[in-house]
């Protein structure tokens, strides 16, 4: 059985990239291979994984890579050598796992785990898979680290297919397209199956308000301010509305937070507007919401779009990342400008004032889902992948 070591320093609760991973370590093994999660020793993942019987290894960051990941990045020459010291540390500790654990092959997200991993993972001489998932374009450092995993990895997994070009650029992306690969995310819908259930069954009475849900941290990124204004417009259209808006989520950027907390009160909007923190009972709010919207400024292939289709809640979405590429304008969903509040509110009226045709989308978004979601296919082109990267061995 081929091995894998799937290493995610220091995640940030179970969010959307560690629940992947779960996810990804299960459809793996049914391909066979098994997955080992390399991570820190307190985190929600290896807690989760552990209780999954997935196998695992802590890894804990080592001195000032504790940090969080923008502290890293300070100006003072003398935490910068900590921190290129404290890196050299941790990939130590990284080929050290892939020894323990006899790993055939390793797996890395993002430009942090390039940073924490790609060279114990070289040193290793083992095949290194980088999952890109969400990324900012190359600049400035990251377009260091970026240019390191290119070379470092024997394939780079994308979720969706303009990703490298948005992200490396056009020319970079041309240039290594051999190595690059596109695998949409699945997600487990079997665990959707019950709340999918609830929602056909469920009876709105008509007073109730016209529930819109947004899941995410809350940061300029995820770009809560233009359903605020979106709002703010709807309630000079359409004054005797009933609108709800629900953000699930923990504040990620509390400058952020405080500047929409402002326009809330200076618009008279607090007790249409509820910041509900993290939540563990997303599904269900899915189940009693009546639009899921992600208006976000960059973006990856959001999970919750994916989940909330596969229950059959309408969602609408920016234009921004692989979005467009899960969501069908206008029959599994809506895709809209990103920071055109005016468009936002304008399909938000229509679904007040069109609730069979809005149901109709989510059941076609649903179907859509079902077909091309599940982990089953996610898991068979991931498989060929790793095995493919296992085969060639590690020449770059």
Not at 72 to 83: A, E, K, M, W
Not at 166 to 191: C, N
Not at 211 to 240: F, H, M, W, Y
Not at 318 to 329: C, I, L
């Amino acid at each position: 059985m081929t091995r894998l070591i799937a290493y995610m320093p220091n995640p940030s609760g179970l969010t959307g990239a560690p629940r992947r991973l779960l996810s990804l370590a299960s459809v793996l093994n049914d391909e066979g291979i098994r997955v080992c999660i390399a991570t820190q020793s307190s985190s929600e993942l290896i807690q989760t994984a552990d209780a999954n019987n997935h196998e695992t290894d802590p890894i804990d960051a080592v001195g000032v890579l504790a940090l969080r990941q923008r502290a890293l990045f300070g100006s003072d020459p003398l935490f910068r050598l900590r921190v290129f010291i404290d890196l050299l540390r941790q990939n130590w500790q990284l080929l050290r796992c892939i020894r323990r654990k006899n790993g055939d092959v390793v797996w890395i997200r993002g430009s942090k785990g390039i940073a924490f991993g790609a060279l114990g993972t070289f040193l290793s001489r083992r095949p290194l898979i980088w999952d890109v998932d969400y990324e900012l374009p190359s600049r400035g450092i990251v377009r260091w680290l970026h240019q390191f995993g290119i070379w470092a990895s024997k394939v780079i997994v994308f979720q969706y297919s303009e990703a490298p070009k948005e992200i490396f650029g056009r020319e970079v992306a041309s240039r290594f397209r051999k190595k690059i690969r596109v695998i949409i995310p699945g997600v487990e819908i079997s665990i959707l199956e019950s709340y999918r259930e609830k929602r056909k069954q469920r009876e709105k009475p008509k007073n109730d308000p016209f529930v819109i849900l947004q899941v995410g941290t809350i940061c300029d990124r995820k770009n809560q301010k233009v359903l605020i204004e979106a709002l703010i417009n709807i309630k000079k259209a359409e004054p005797s509305r009933k609108v709800e808006i629900w953000f699930a989520g923990r504040v990620f950027e509390k400058e952020h937070a405080e500047a929409l907390q402002d326009l809330i009160d200076e618009n008279g909007l607090s007790k249409l507007v509820s910041f509900l923190g993290w939540r563990e009972d997303v599904h269900d709010l899915m189940v009693r919401a009546d639009l899921l919207v992600m208006p976000s400024r960059d973006e990856g292939v959001p999970n919750t779009v994916q989940e909330a289709m596969a229950i059959g809640l309408p969602v609408a979405v920016s234009q921004a990342g692989g979005m467009p590429e899960v969501v069908a304008d206008r029959d599994t969903g809506w895709v809209l400008e990103v920071d055109n509040a005016s468009a936002w509110a304008k399909r938000i009226i229509w679904c007040l004032n069109h609730p069979t045709e809005c149901e109709a989308v989510g059941h076609r978004g649903c179907a859509y889902a079902l077909e091309h979601f599940g982990t089953e296919q996610w898991g068979k082109e991931y498989g060929h992948v790793v095995k493919d990267a296992v085969g060639k061995g590690d020449g770059r």
